[in-house]
């Protein structure tokens, strides 16, 4: 058990840094992938070491293809194999902009990190469970209600997002055979820096009842629903999307 290893990309900041101590604190071993926010990732390390855990830092940008084989290098020199792949990096656009207007910058730098990447490293991280034989692995793609959600000033998000969707599906058709689950956790309204920038209109919208559960998501909500796949349970599932967004899926009349 004190022997298991999770990689979490995105990991110095945010969801991924709640989803990051959660491991920890139920004795997992956590690689804490980030971009280039050392001081982020040093204390998210800090934060996994306070909650009982230990862990490493890897630092590497899911769209670059080097960057990820580093990423995986590094943590199998330390550990030897991993049990758990989350692919939590994620970006929005950089600029908010009507998809009439959207260049094909911003559209290739937010595919490059939230689909491309994940997907190229969970090819990666998954060959090596086959090779290893890595019992019990999972792969757990961090996914968003922008999924099905439209928001024509970010579309380019919300396309990657779909992918994400698909993309777990078709890992895990493929992975089932070797023993590998593979969930999406899909969080909604979360209290995080990329949804700082609209608090006020979520603020407003989930005081008039946008969710049923009337409040904003946590870090540690999504941390929590990602422990419980971790641990195993559900073992007769796979493919599944676990929505934690205080009930925005529901249609409601």
């Not at 990689?7 to 804490?32: D, E, K």
């Not at 049990?83 to 656009?93: E, H, I, R, Y």
């Not at 946590?218 to 073992?235: N, Q, S, W, Y």
Request: some cysteine; glycine content about 10%; overall charge neutral.
């Amino acid at each position: 058990m004190a022997n298991r290893v999770a990689l979490v990309t995105g990991a110095a900041r945010g969801i991924g840094r709640g989803i990051a101590v959660a491991l920890a604190a139920s004795s997992w071993n956590v690689v804490i992938n980030y971009r280039g926010n050392l001081e982020a990732a040093k204390t998210a390390l800090s934060a996994i070491i306070q909650a009982g855990g230990r862990g490493m830092l890897a630092q590497g940008d899911v769209a670059n293809g080097e960057d990820r084989q580093r990423v995986v290098a590094d943590t199998l020199q330390q550990y030897g194999h991993i049990d758990l792949l989350v692919n939590n990096a994620g970006m929005a656009p950089r600029v908010r902009t009507d998809m009439l207007q959207v260049g094909e910058a911003s559209y290739d730098e937010v595919m490059a990190t939230n689909l491309k990447g994940p997907f190229f490293l969970t090819q990666l991280v998954a060959n090596n469970m086959i090779a290893l034989h890595t019992a019990d692995a999972k792969i757990i793609n961090i996914g968003s209600l922008s999924a099905y959600a439209s928001s024509p000033n970010r579309a380019e998000y919300c396309l990657s997002k779909a992918g994400v969707t698909m993309m777990t599906g078709l890992f895990a058709d493929r992975l089932a055979e070797y023993g590998i689950q593979v969930y999406e956790v899909r969080p909604g309204i979360i209290a995080t820096d990329m949804t700082s920038v609209v608090k006020a209109k979520y603020d407003k919208l989930i005081g008039e009842g946008l969710l049923p559960i009337r409040r904003w998501g946590t870090p540690d909500d999504i941390g929590r629903a990602v422990v419980a796949i971790a641990e195993g349970a559900l073992p007769y599932s796979t493919g599944e999307i676990i929505n934690v967004d205080g009930g925005f899926h529901l249609r409601r009349l």
